[in-house]
């Protein structure tokens, strides 16, 4: 699910016909919410200093008080590399400023304001989610990704589809959904990986096997019924830890 925007609005004489503009096109985009729309700066400023959410600033570059448009985005981008900064301004010559202190704006509205400007920015700002959204996910795909090597093979195991993994004459067979992979290794070594990929589905049942107990369907006096039906024996000194877990 993409993460929902907080759009805030800081302009002195404009912010609400601002809102009326960005408004409607953030609802029909589905990008968030409108938080803040303020004509003076302290409570934007207050915002900054406490906000953790990613979010969307349409700043007037030139506000009616001390402090001007620069100088709130100059400290958004202190605390924060990820949120949108939109200038608004009547005078195109403040451009450049926004190059000086490296910014990072993703765009520049020149007043009066104009729905389509509105529009391809807010879009712009869709499309730049949608990105990160594909990129976190692929992220967090690679988090469940177990590189092995066999031989001059190299195989990549989604552990999210690891059954079990059994140990027979020093060599490691990791059961999936998909089938077997066979490779040098001990059990010690996998569990270990295992772990430090916060894989906490996987227990020992036996000193030869380490079980997702995500994939059992049958716990035996004896034995393990994993779920292709493949059975797994369990000591006695395992037992109990495996009831537990199942119970929990």
Known sequence: MRQLLNFIICDDTH?????????PIIVE??????VMFETKPDKV???????????????????????NGI??????????????IVFITAHQEFAFLTYKYRLQVIDYIVKPIRQEDIRDCLQEIHKSEEVKKIQRGLKNQ?????EVKSG?????????????????????????????????????????????MDADSFMVCHKSYL??????????????IMSNGERCPISRSYKRGIIDALDS
Request: charged content about 35%.
């Open 142 to 146: 690679e988090n469940y990704i177990l």
């Open 15 to 23: 912010a609400q016909s601002i809102r009326d503009v960005v408004e």
């Open 71 to 84: 100088d709130i985005a100059r400290l958004i981008r202190d605390k924060d590399d990820s949120s949108y």
């Open 152 to 196: 001059w093979k190299k195989y990549r195991i989604d552990i999210r589809d690891i059954i079990y993994v059994e140990v027979t004459r020093n060599r490691i067979v990791i059961h999936t959904e998909r089938g077997q992979t066979s490779f040098l290794a001990t059990l010690k070594e996998i569990r270990d990986r295992l772990c430090c």
């Open 211 to 224: 079980v997702n107990i995500k994939k059992i369907k049958l716990l035996d006096k004896t034995e393990l």
């Open 29 to 34: 985009l589905n990008l968030g919410k409108i």
């Open 45 to 67: 400023l207050d915002y900054i200093n406490n906000n953790t959410n990613t979010s969307v600033y349409f700043i007037d570059i030139e506000l009616d008080t001390t402090i």
